[in-house]
């Protein structure tokens, strides 16, 4: 077995907590104030960075995402913190 195929095991192994997940998400991307809301009654910009935590939410990450503009209409500090998120 390659190194890789031994780290891919050893992946699969361990246990993935989708809630730890999404609430670590929900944390970077300053949404947990929200969290609880329906969509219809978050801000634009709440309504943007969640729909890039739902890309990132599942147990397999994507190797890339195509985001056009994700920080359009988002304040500094809240497109600060989906670039860091994001790269």
Known sequence: ESL???ERVALEQME??????VNKIL????????ADNKVS??????QKRLSIGLELTPKV????ICIDEPTTGLDS???EQVNNLTN
């Not at 993935?16 to 997940?21: E, L, P, V």
């Not at 944390?27 to 929200?34: I, P, Q």
């Open 4 to 6: 890789e195929d031994l």
């Open 16 to 21: 993935f907590n989708h809630k730890i997940n």
């Open 27 to 34: 944390s970077e991307l300053m949404l947990t104030n929200c």
């Open 41 to 46: 009654n978050c801000s634009g910009g709440e």
């Open 61 to 64: 990450k994507p190797n890339l």
């Open 77 to 79: 500090f809240a497109a």
